[in-house]
Nanobody, 124 residues
Framework: QVQLVESGGGLAQAGGSLRLSCAAS????????MGWFRQAPGKEREFVAGISRSGGTTRYADSVKGRFTISRDNAKMTIYLQMDSLKPEDTAVYYC?????????????????WGQGTQVTVSS
């Protein structure tokens, strides 16, 4: 079946780094725009970063621009989120998602496949 599985979350100190991975199965990976979202307690799920089907185009939320880097390896059917200069406000559950569209979108509803999420906690 179609599945996205995140890994790499955990605890980091402010200023530190973490790398998230998301492995896909059961879908034609290169036909999907991929994205990372996050949800903090009591808040709505928000777009963090997105990457085009080929990996040639990326898009970031202003809050993470210059600190986070999204990438993908279509041969491995995996996307990554390198998170540097972490801040306590980055604490959230991080989700990867897949959208069968041509252009990167920040709209949650356009992403049709979701992972189970991985917790990222940044201490001050």
């Amino acid at each position: 079946q179609v599945q996205l599985v995140e890994s790499g979350g955990g605890l980091a100190q402010a200023g530190g780094s973490l790398r998230l991975s998301c492995a896909a199965s059961g879908l034609t990976f290169s036909n999907y725009v991929m994205g990372w979202f996050r949800q903090a307690p009591g808040k709505e799920r928000e777009f963090v970063a997105g990457i085009s089907r080929s990996g040639g185009t990326t898009r970031y939320a202003d809050s993470v621009k210059g600190r986070f880097t999204i990438s993908r390896d279509n041969a491995k059917m995996t996307i990554y989120l390198q998170m540097d200069s972490l801040k306590p406000e980055d604490t959230a559950v991080y989700y990867c998602a897949a959208a069968p569209i041509l252009i990167i979108t920040v709209v949650v509803e356009q992403y049709r496949v979701w992972g189970q999420g991985t917790q990222v906690t940044v201490s001050s």
